[in-house]
């Protein structure tokens, strides 16, 4: 069992009781490390039925093999458990180094139970694990808590810890690391906070067994190398994220004012020359990562001022051209006051804007939200945010999400609520890029371009786009872009969905591959270095494959009535044209919505309704879940 230590730490808070038991070769050699043993654990576990902020759910951390060892960009730690957001399968990744110090400390899997009797803290120091009490920490924002442990334990530990959103119990509550890495989606910091967890906190000085460390070594040097000479390595680094900014503009995909529109006018002041121009102090990056994206900065706005990392594109997106916000400094101290309130800024902002849209139609009045609200305005936004963050007022309903706010308020909010699945829409508008609306469409978690990214393709009317650099540098700059293709969609989609997710089964970022352009053979290779057993790159794609219909499984298991009503976007995406932009006049009508969902799961081996057929979960290797699902639905 090299490229892992092979110890599961096994904690239930109710009781105290800490464990260290042997990790299961099965799990490796079935579901390879990371979201793979997330997803498998979750599904059999958690007790069936259990209500995401139960005690009785679990929250899982997960390493891959390729965590802490000589390879790029090895940081990525991996949580899994029930979602507060979606009441399904829920998972979040995390950059930084804390997962690194996981395994240095001596494990690769923790999975906790049950609920802390009082505010707590998990300290692990190589051997010792002990929950302690964190009556002092409780209350702390994320950022300065983290500070404040360190402060305590020395710097060498590494913090993952929650805000008071995620004691709070929001369902868009994240998990923060290393002062701007966050594990932002589904809510697992709610799952911390609702077992009284403030934080982990590790200190881990040990070693992983390596198959063959000489080997490791030259190959890892290899591949570091190869760094320097990839045609994307000068595109990437200097902006990060934040540079796909003007592209996403011009092909008319930025999300504008709660996707009223897709197409910002102040784009030019928030991209990432404006990071360049206005906030970066230094670049920062990951565990071994030998292309820094995150920018950390210090943002001064009339309304206050904050260091800050990023805003990566996802937060200019959705805190910026989504709240009408034009200033990259502004964007910055909003990004500040999320990660401080512990809350995703993706689904922050956009649970602001739906909030303010609402108001701007009367569905919300000054009274239910305690003061005028609009769009393009930095105090607006910071208000909402704070209710949000203290749970005052109308931010007690908008931190469930705008799925549990819209069907509250009704008064057709429904239709501009931007979410699937109880999960808030990332910073893409998709009404004329058919592919990505299904990805987010049938995404396992929810709307999360995580799983799937087929924006360029979808601009470019090719399956194969290249990397987003590609893109940018090729960039589309057309003034009216043509209706996009609908049909023959959904094979692209699915080959995003299985390779998209496929790093987070070995614990490496994923960007090194998509935009420096690896090769899979570095993966490959590496892989045979450090447990010794060879790895088609095929096979991990076939893995993710067995995981996606995994999960799907867990959510029809967990979520009664589950199936293909899951899968539809807003209303907003298929009745309103967008008004202005390069994509005017473009959406995608209803009837195409439904050819498409026939079209992906025809390509999935999946029923009408969305369920994986017998064959298809037997083909995969998941004959207990075939057995378990046919045994109680009564055939396909
Ligand atoms: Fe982290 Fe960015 Fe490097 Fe990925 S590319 S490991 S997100 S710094």
Same mark, same amino acid.
């Given at each position: ?73 090895? =940081? ?44 707590? !803290? ?108 990839k045609p994307g390595?000068?595109g990437w680094?200097?902006?990060?994220t934040?540079?796909i900014?003007?592209w996403c503009?011009e092909v008319g995909a ?8 897709s ?8 991209? =990432? ?33 904050? !260091? ?5 594109y996802? &937060? ?84 469930? =999400?705008?799925?549990?706010? &819209? ?13 699937v ?5 990332t910073g893409y508008e998709s009404r004329n890029a058919p592919g990505m609306m299904l990805g987010y469409m049938t995404a396992d978690?929810?709307a999360h371009h995580g799983r799937c990214w087929v924006l360029g393709n979808d601009v470019a009317g090719s399956a194969d786009a290249g990397s987003v650099h590609d893109l940018i540098t090729g960039g589309a700059k057309a003034?009216?872009l043509p209706k996009a293709r609908r049909k023959g969609v959904s094979g692209m989609v699915i080959d995003s969905q299985h390779l998209r997710p496929a790093f987070d089964l070995?614990?490496?970022?994923r960007l090194q591959y998509m935009e420096l352009g690896f090769e899979v053979d570095y993966y490959e ?11 088609k790159w095929e096979d991990v794609i076939k893995v993710s494959e067995k995981v996606w219909n995994?999960?799907r ?8 009535? !589950?199936?293909?009503?899951?899968d !539809?976007p807003?209303?907003?995406f ?8 390069p994509n005017?006049?473009h959406y995608i009508t209803?009837e195409e919505i439904e050819s498409m969902l026939d079209e992906y799961y025809k390509a999935r081996g999946w029923?009408?309704?969305g ?5 298809k979960?037997?083909?995969l =290797? ?10 109680? &639905?009564?055939?396909?």
């Amino acid at each position: 069992k090299y490229g892992f230590n092979n110890r599961v730490l096994r904690i239930n808070l109710s009781t105290g009781e800490i464990k260290k038991e042997e990790l299961d070769q099965k799990l490796i050699d079935e579901f390879i490390g990371g979201r793979g043993f997330t997803s498998k654990i979750m599904y059999d576990e958690l007790p069936v039925n259990t209500k995401p902020l139960d005690p009785e759910n679990l929250f899982v951390m997960a390493m891959g093999p390729f965590n802490g060892l000589f390879f790029p960009a090895t =940081g990525k730690t991996h949580f899994g458990f029930k979602s507060p957001a979606s009441g399904g399968y829920g998972d979040s990744n995390m950059g930084g180094h804390f997962g690194v110090a996981f395994k240095y400390a001596g494990y690769d899997l923790l999975i906790m139970t049950g609920k802390a009797k009082k505010p707590s !803290y998990l300290y692990i120091e190589d051997e010792k694990v002990e929950i302690r009490p964190a009556d002092k920490y409780w209350g702390m924002g994320a950022l300065t808590v983290e500070k404040k442990f360190k402060e305590d334990l020395g710097e060498e530990f590494q913090i993952a810890a929650i805000g008071p959103a995620g004691e709070k119990l929001s369902s868009f509550a994240c998990i923060s690391h290393d002062f701007g890495r966050q594990a932002g989606r589904t809510g697992v910091g709610a799952v911390l906070g609702s077992k009284n967890i403030k934080a982990i906190t590790i200190k881990g000085t040990g070693s992983i067994p390596v198959y063959d460390p000489e080997a490791m070594l030259k190959k890892g040097k290899y591949v570091y190398e190869e760094v320097k000479k990839k045609p994307g390595f000068k595109g990437w680094t200097p902006q990060g994220t934040a540079g796909i900014t003007d592209w996403c503009n011009e092909v008319g995909a930025c999300p504008t004012r709660n996707f009223q529109t897709s197409y910002f006018e102040n784009y030019k002041n928030i991209n =990432g020359q404006a990071i360049l121009d206005h906030l970066k102090i230094t670049d920062k990056g990951c565990y071994a990562c030998p292309t820094p994206c995150g920018k950390y900065g210090y943002a001064k706005t009339k309304s206050g001022s904050a !260091y800050v990392e990023g805003p990566e594109y996802e &937060s200019i997106a959705l805190l910026g051209s989504n709240c009408g916000i034009g200033d990259i400094a502004e964007v910055g101290y909003l990004n500040y006051i999320c990660d401080e309130w512990g809350v995703d800024t993706i689904s922050a902002g956009v649970a602001v804007s739906w909030a303010i849209e609402c108001y701007e139609k009367g569905i919300l009045t000054k009274e239910d939200i305690g003061r005028d609200v609009k769009f393009d305005d930095l105090d607006s936004i910071i208000y909402l945010l704070d209710l949000i963050g203290k749970r005052k007022g109308i931010g007690d309903l908008l931190a469930e =999400g705008v799925k549990v706010a &819209s069907e509250k308020i009704g008064k057709g909010s429904e239709k501009f609520a931007i979410h699937v699945k109880g999960v808030e829409w990332t910073g893409y508008e998709s009404r004329n890029a058919p592919g990505m609306m299904l990805g987010y469409m049938t995404a396992d978690i929810g709307a999360h371009h995580g799983r799937c990214w087929v924006l360029g393709n979808d601009v470019a009317g090719s399956a194969d786009a290249g990397s987003v650099h590609d893109l940018i540098t090729g960039g589309a700059k057309a003034d009216k872009l043509p209706k996009a293709r609908r049909k023959g969609v959904s094979g692209m989609v699915i080959d995003s969905q299985h390779l998209r997710p496929a790093f987070d089964l070995l614990g490496t970022c994923r960007l090194q591959y998509m935009e420096l352009g690896f090769e899979v053979d570095y993966y490959e290779d590496f892989y045979y270095t450090i447990t010794g057993k060879k790895i088609k790159w095929e096979d991990v794609i076939k893995v993710s494959e067995k995981v996606w219909n995994l999960n799907r499984c867990f959510n029809i298991r967990e979520i009664e009535g !589950y199936g293909r009503n899951y899968d !539809y976007p807003p209303a907003r995406f298929y009745e309103e044209p967008i008004p202005d932009g390069p994509n005017e006049g473009h959406y995608i009508t209803f009837e195409e919505i439904e050819s498409m969902l026939d079209e992906y799961y025809k390509a999935r081996g999946w029923d009408k309704n969305g369920l994986p057929t017998k064959e298809k979960l037997i083909e995969l =290797g998941l004959e207990d879940v075939a057995e378990a699902m046919y045994a109680t &639905s009564g055939g396909e």
